[in-house]
């Protein structure tokens, strides 16, 4: 509050100490230069050198040519401008507040100078010289040892990670099929694949911790209780006989200390190997899904501005070096400028009120539909469960092929009906199906789960059966979702070239994404019971990926209705987050409330998985305060709590972009009126130059007072007064 008038005082200041010069200096000034100078050469400073060349001419008019030679600057005019502003900038360098190399001293420089009585030109002429003044005492400043070694580790650091971010660019997984797919049929189905990379990879991570802490230690001591079972084939299929007691699974890990010297708890080791595995995949999963929705959704919810043009004069990859390479990108940017192309026509179109009310009377019908559909299926599951597969050897092969079946038929046919939908939008049927396969997926397995625990929790060994259970729809869902469906891809192939020429086979991406986000759920539900089945699950991962990518090179076409992908990435990650939300819950009640089985297994020593911390390791009691804070905070109602403040928390950040969106557009239009005003003010100045400005055009007198912006008259013809101008053009009366 005190800096305005503090400038002004120096400012003031300033003044007064070169004040005598300043006389001197007018005098011999204007001795040189006629009373108009001044107005010429500030037209020139303000780049209307159109109205100053026309003063020019009207004063060599008025005087016959004779102060031709006198309308320059000439050599003295620049020595007295240098002297005065010398002594200025002299007298403002003894305050060593205004000469400190800070936002806020440079603050008190633009305010003093801002307040100094002189001309513009002594003004830049006294700020570029402290400018050059402040750089060379700034420079003169040496860094202190502590803050040139936090720089050089600082630029080290960033050199370290911009060279692995480079190396793992150069070694960058299925980098050329991925090329090809996005060349190809653009990015909406490369968006999948991605995804499909982006789990095998999260899940060879896991793969790998399991093999590291729980695997490998268990190798070293043999079980010794373990059985000489044949090996059959229909083991890998089903997952019991001789696999049952093999490392596939938690009933074949001790309760023991591995090793004398250096003594390794397996229960410690399986209990918190598979706790940060979920942190770790749920901390993961989370935070890729909240940078891709920022990145995707409000970073760009003020909207891209030149799309065309930055696709068009900045899309090509100056690095390609083959004709391949080149041909792809071509194929690339054409794709992407259809779905731009397609984006635009869409927003184009309008409906009639009566097409709008029968498209949202058939989607609310559909709705209701699907809703009772994905009730039915789980009604049918319920009772296939409980009925027909009342025998157990029945119900290991019976029960995966109808549940994976369900999964696989109903997905389609939740595709098929969308289309009598009417979205315009691609995105939104992708979206739409997308959730509601998500719900069928979830509803499905929570009633797997449920059923199981209800009938199959007295076995000795429950969590065995439960791990044995999941790998079985593993390795069924493989074989339905993924072979036999590849199969009908080939058959449909052959059907539409040979038949129906006018149909051909696209790939359809929801499906396909859903598919592999319910092959995850399955996982991450037995992962905690089966820790070798991250590596089964990485094998069937790195199948699918060849054998969807032969089906789309070589059996598929591109859509006929283009897309932009942008936002999809976005989706799949909130789908999978959610999903492992879920299990994470339906994990802690199993940790928290199922009783352990007493013959086998890590935790057979304790009632409950969770026992294995405040008992074993906070040898906390039952009445204590750390005890009863720990079930305060894992009670749902905190934990939903949580929830929600995260929901409110990403629903601000979203009303802050569109907030922050209203103001950019209206700093946009102050920006194109601050244009408009000073084309109008050099139009007058202009105008004025020329000997027009006394004269009338069409009975309209031009008086810079009745016209100017702040004007009752011109905010009355014009909206208000606010700076938001009317649509009227000012320049429009004069013309």
């Not at 070694?149 to 480079?166: C, G, P, Q, V």
């Not at 869902?477 to 449909?492: M, P």
């Not at 006394?694 to 009752?712: G, R, V």
Request: hydrophobic share 40%.
């Amino acid at each position: 509050m005190d800096q305005p008038s503090t400038s002004a005082t120096n400012a003031s200041e300033y003044q007064n100490d070169v004040e005598y010069q300043e006389i001197d200096d007018e005098e011999e000034f204007d001795a040189h230069h006629p009373s108009n100078y001044h107005s010429i050469h500030r037209l020139s400073d303000l780049n209307n050198r159109q109205g100053g060349n026309n003063l020019q001419k009207s004063f060599e008019a008025r005087t016959g040519g004779t102060v031709r030679r006198n309308l320059g600057r000439n050599s003295q005019t620049d020595v007295l401008l240098e002297k005065h502003a010398n002594v200025i900038v002299s007298k403002m360098e003894q305050d060593e507040a205004l000469m400190e190399d800070s936002p806020d001293a440079e603050e008190l420089r633009r305010t003093a100078l801002r307040d100094m009585p002189q001309c513009l030109t002594i003004k830049r002429c006294v700020k570029d010289k402290l400018s050059k003044s402040v750089s060379r005492k700034s420079k003169r400043k040496a860094l202190s040892c502590w803050k040139m070694m936090k720089y050089r580790a600082s630029m080290s650091f960033t050199k370290l990670n911009m060279n692995i971010k480079d190396l793992a660019y150069s070694f960058e997984l299925w980098y050329a099929p991925l090329k090809k797919i996005e060349g190809n049929f653009g990015t909406g189905v490369a968006s999948f694949f991605k995804f499909l990379r982006w789990l095998f990879l999260v899940n060879f991570a896991i793969a790998t911790i399991c093999t590291s802490f729980i695997i490998i230690p268990k190798l070293t001591r043999r079980n010794e209780t373990a059985d000489s079972e044949d090996w059959k084939f229909a083991d890998l299929i089903t997952g019991e006989g001789h696999l049952s007691n093999t490392l596939m699974y938690y009933g074949f890990y001790t309760n023991e200390t591995i090793g004398s010297n250096l003594s390794y708890s397996m229960p410690h080791a399986y209990f918190f190997t598979m706790l940060s595995i979920y942190f770790v995949s749920f901390a993961v999963i989370g935070i890729s899904a909240a940078k891709s929705y920022r990145r995707s959704f409000i970073e760009t919810e003020g909207g891209l501005k030149n799309v065309f043009a930055n696709k068009i004069f900045c899309g090509w990859d100056y690095n390609i070096a083959t004709k391949d390479a080149a041909d792809l990108k071509i194929k690339a940017i054409y794709n992407e400028l259809k779905e731009l192309i397609g984006e635009t026509k869409r927003h184009k179109k309008k409906s009639t009120f009566y097409d709008k009310f029968l498209v949202y009377a058939v989607q609310c019908c559909m709705n209701v539909v699907v809703l009772c559909l994905i009730m039915g299926t789980a009604a049918a599951v319920w009772y296939f469960l409980q009925n027909v597969t009342s025998d157990r050897g029945t119900r290991i092969i019976m029960a995966p092929i109808f549940v994976n079946g369900v999964m696989t038929l109903m997905p389609m046919f939740l595709s098929f009906i969308i289309r009598y939908e009417d979205y315009k939008n691609p995105k939104i049927t992708l979206y739409l199906t997308l959730g509601r396969t998500f719900v069928l997926g979830a509803v499905t397995i929570a009633v797997i789960v449920t059923y199981w625990l209800q009938n199959d929790s007295k076995s000795p060994c429950w969590e065995t059966s439960l791990a044995q259970e999941f790998y079985r729809m593993i390795v069924f869902d493989f074989f339905i979702s993924v072979i036999c469906s590849a199969v009908l891809d080939l058959l449909l192939f052959l059907f539409y070239k040979y038949v129906r020429k006018d149909v051909y086979l696209e790939f359809d991406i929801a499906w396909n994404t859903m598919q592999i986000i319910y092959n995850q759920t399955l996982f991450w539900v037995g992962l905690v019971f089966s820790p070798l089945l991250a590596v089964v699950v990485v094998v069937k991962l790195f199948l699918i990926w060849y054998i969807r990518y032969a089906i789309v090179m070589h059996l598929c076409k591109p859509s006929a209705k283009s897309w932009r992908a942008a936002q999809t990435s976005t989706w799949f990650l909130v789908m999978a987050f959610m999903s492992l939300m879920c299990i994470v819950g339906l994990v802690g009640y199993i940790v928290s409330y199922m009783p352990t089985s007493k013959e086998c297994g890590p935790f057979r020593d304790y009632d409950h998985i969770y026992e294995i911390v405040t008992l074993g390791v906070l040898q906390l009691k039952a009445n204590s305060t750390v005890w009863s804070v720990v079930l305060f905070i894992t009670k749902p109602g905190v934990i939903a709590v949580a929830l929600l403040f995260l929901c409110a928390r990403v629903y601000y950040a979203r009303a802050q972009a569109n907030a922050q969106k209203e103001i950019v557009s209206q700093y946009r239009s102050m920006l194109r009126w601050s244009a408009k005003d000073k084309e109008y003010y050099y139009s007058l100045i202009s105008q004025a130059t020329k000997g027009q400005w006394q004269y009338q055009f069409h009975d309209k007198t031009i008086n810079p007072e009745l016209y100017a912006p702040d004007s009752q008259f011109y905010a009355r013809d014009n909206g208000d007064q606010t700076g938001n101008y009317g649509q009227n053009s000012r320049l429009k009366k004069y013309a």
